[in-house]
């Protein structure tokens, strides 16, 4: 008889979990390098990273936690106005200091939020998402003395990036900023969802009744990754007023909300990496679309959803395993 090998614990499938694979390295290689190729488009360049970090705030509670909203821009929106207000009415334009602010009280608004709705599941809990997003963009509106209504916070000037790195006209240090700021964020959310916490968020997504069977604290833990989402998508609302220094009523709105869902299932729905193709793809088809069909280029962004949902499972990613899957049984 052959001896058994040796067992493998739980211990050492997560320390292999969080072992960085090549693979990962390309979203920031393509950054990087996007830098130097497409410098003319960098202030483009700055709003994609930008929605990616709030497609990966997104993902860390629709694809891991399981829970679904159409009010994620709430918090975006939040942390935009944070900044912005900030700097406006507070004389605050320190932009890391801001961004810490945007974050934690968006941070605290999904804290309270979370705590209310996630008592509720299906349906209810997707109307409470938008009825905290309609109650903040008509707060915002009405108080016009603080947000400047519909008009919006404008021009209002950001301090130099620690008192270097002042905002430029072309984009290069909004890109710079941006991109670092994702990265940190990137390898939160990886260690995140690798650890004890985030295989916990995955039981409660694949069959709650279990996890309640075995004593794990469900509400708490969707309360604490909720919030942690609302964090992150308000460092990227930070960021966008930061980078545009202007914070309009469209940062806060279910439309908002409404694109970076679509472009989360595009890239592809709790695999991480979604989030670094979805909004790429949907940024520049819409950049291109609109140029080229002012008209009806929503159109084809629709089209280009159908698409991906009836033949490409799992979005960009799922079909790029799909396909992967097929040349490996057919031995190529």
Do not use: C
């Not at 860390?60 to 918090?75: E, S």
């Not at 809990?125 to 963009?137: E, G, I, N, S």
């Not at 209002?156 to 990036?161: A, L, V, Y």
Request: cysteine-free; hydrophobic content about 55%; overall charge positive.
């Amino acid at each position: 008889m052959r001896s058994p090998g040796p067992s493998v614990s739980p211990v050492d499938v997560l320390a292999r979990s969080h072992r960085l694979r090549p693979l990962e390295l390309a979203p920031w290689i393509v950054a990087g390098a996007s830098f130097y190729a497409f410098d003319i488009y960098l202030p483009l360049g700055a709003q994609i990273l930008i929605n990616v970090l709030f497609a990966l705030s997104l993902d860390l509670i629709l694809g891991y936690a399981g829970i679904v909203t159409l009010g994620h821009a709430a918090f975006f929106g939040v942390g935009a106005y944070t900044v912005g207000i900030l700097a406006v009415h507070g004389g605050w334009a320190e932009p890391i200091t801001g961004l810490i602010a945007a974050g934690a009280l968006a941070g605290l608004l999904g804290i309270v939020t979370g705590l209310v709705i996630l008592r509720t599941h299906g349906l209810t809990l997707l109307m409470l998402t938008l009825a905290v997003v309609f109650m903040l963009y008509e707060a915002a509106n009405k108080a016009t003395h603080i947000t400047g209504g519909a008009d919006g916070l404008q021009a209002f000037e950001i301090d130099p990036i620690l008192g270097l790195f002042r905002f430029d006209l072309f984009g290069r240090t909004a890109y710079l900023y941006t991109f670092v700021v994702l990265f940190a964020a990137w390898a939160f959310v990886r260690l995140l969802v690798h650890s004890p916490f985030g295989r916990s968020l995955t039981g409660v997504r694949e069959n709650v009744t279990r996890m309640h069977a075995i004593g794990a604290p469900v509400r708490r833990r969707l309360v604490v990754a909720y919030a942690i989402s609302a964090t992150l998508a308000g460092i990227a609302g930070g960021l966008l007023a930061q980078t545009t220094q202007f914070v309009g009523l469209n940062t806060i709105t279910f439309e908002r909300s409404g694109e970076i869902l679509i472009m989360l299932i595009l890239g592809g729905v709790g695999r991480l990496y979604g989030a670094f193709i979805g909004p790429p793809l949907f940024m520049v088809a819409q950049d291109t679309l609109a140029k080229n069909e002012p008209v009806f280029w929503l159109f084809y962004i629709g089209l280009l959803l159908v698409l991906v949902v009836m033949f490409a499972r799992g979005g960009v990613l799922g079909l790029i395993d799909a396909v992967w899957a097929w040349l490996r049984r057919h031995g190529r």
